[in-house]
């Protein structure tokens, strides 16, 4: 059979033109926001011993649903900004040419369906350089739920997207998301059920997994 040369040339422009898409990162790490405990309690309202701890991590930890009556109604934002640092993580490689996701997931005080006022959550993340020690900002955003959206919508969650900065792409061995949510009374209490995470583009095509155990 007879291949002319016009249809190899557009065989091989056709190869060509998908090999960038084909071979392009696309492979992440997440890490959910979670806590120990709400108010020293678990989803089940037994005592846990120690801090609530909200930290960046692998598994939702023993604190799903706070601020819903099953949780006792401990509110779980407090004071505002709340910081959650990575906790059980291995060094990362962040890939700058991809942007970092931000998912906050909130509810209202049960059984609202939405607090009172406009609902602002604001986010700040930072990594630490594994060689150097360096902190690095890699981004920050806030969005406001204007009260007359807030006040029968206020279960739903912020999606963030945050530009890698110039020269802020290597390893990393921690982070640290510092969260806001606040001005809706009876509105903004984190969810942290795994719809609160942090989406890291890292180098490759396959998702990062926990480290092993031990």
């Given at each position: 059979m007879h291949i002319g040369l016009r249809t190899i040339l557009a065989t091989a422009g056709i190869g060509l033109a998908l090999a960038p898409a084909a071979f392009a990162d696309t492979a992440t790490e997440t890490l959910v926001l979670s806590r120990d405990a709400c108010g020293g309690k678990d989803d089940a309202g037994n005592a846990v011993a120690g801090a609530d701890n909200p930290h960046l991590?692998?598994?939702i930890s023993g604190a799903t649903n706070c601020g819903n009556l099953a949780a006792g109604l401990d509110t779980v934002v407090g004071a505002s900004p709340e910081d959650y640092p990575s906790e059980g993580v291995d060094t990362f490689t962040l890939d700058g040419t991809r942007q970092i996701a931000v998912d906050v997931s909130v509810e209202a005080f049960y059984p609202l369906k939405g607090g009172i006022g406009n609902e602002d959550i604001?986010?700040?993340?930072?990594?630490?350089?594994?060689?150097?020690?360096?902190?690095v900002e890699l981004g920050s955003a806030t969005q406001e739920k204007a009260a007359q959206d807030e006040l029968l919508?206020?279960?739903?969650?912020?999606?963030?997207?945050?530009?890698?900065?110039a020269g802020a792409a290597g390893?990393?061995?921690s982070l640290n998301l510092s969260l806001a949510v606040g001005g809706?009374?009876?509105g903004g209490f984190v969810m942290?059920?795994?719809n609160s995470f942090v989406q890291l583009p890292i180098p490759g095509d396959v998702d990062a997994s926990p480290p092993d155990a031990g």
């Open positions: 991590g692998w598994n604001s986010i700040d993340l930072t990594g630490k350089k594994t060689t150097s020690n360096k902190v919508g206020g279960n739903y969650t912020a999606h963030f997207t945050l530009n890698v900065p390893d990393y061995k809706a009374q009876f942290t059920d795994g």
